[in-house]
Nanobody, 122 residues
Framework: QVQLLESGGGRVQAGGSLTLSCEASGLTSEKYAMGWFRQAPGKEREFVAAINWGGDSISYSRHVNGRFTISRDNAKNTVDLQMSSLKPEDSAVYFC???????????????WGRGTQVTVSS
């Protein structure tokens, strides 16, 4: 059974920083892509960032590029999202995502975490 367990959400003031972590378990593939999505109230879930197994191919949403950094530790089966210069519009539930493929495919992701709330106050 695949499990993606997020942690690190919370409340922060605008301009502040927060780091989200996600630990994966149960994935059948030895090499898998991971990433983050977010969903604000009344809006569709949107892509935030993704990283391949080797960590050498990374993509970001234009909304977070330059402010967020995704990284992974394959020994610990974890992926982190370092968020800085946070804005009120970054407030959302953030979901960890994974796929049984070394790199994200067109159907990314196959698996979702339950989400963790991030609230940025002005």
């Amino acid at each position: 059974q695949v499990q993606l367990l997020e942690s690190g959400g919370g409340r922060v003031q605008a301009g502040g920083s927060l780091t989200l972590s996600c630990e994966a378990s149960g994935l059948t593939s030895e090499k898998y892509a991971m990433g983050w999505f977010r969903q604000a109230p009344g809006k569709e879930r949107e892509f935030v960032a993704a990283i391949n197994w080797g960590g050498d191919s990374i993509s970001y949403s234009r909304h977070v590029n330059g402010r967020f950094t995704i990284s992974r530790d394959n020994a610990k089966n974890t992926v982190d999202l370092q968020m800085s210069s946070l804005k009120p519009e970054d407030s959302a539930v953030y979901f960890c995502a994974a796929e049984d493929s070394p790199s994200p495919t067109e159907g990314f992701p196959s698996w979702w975490g339950r989400g963790t709330q991030v609230t940025v106050s002005s």
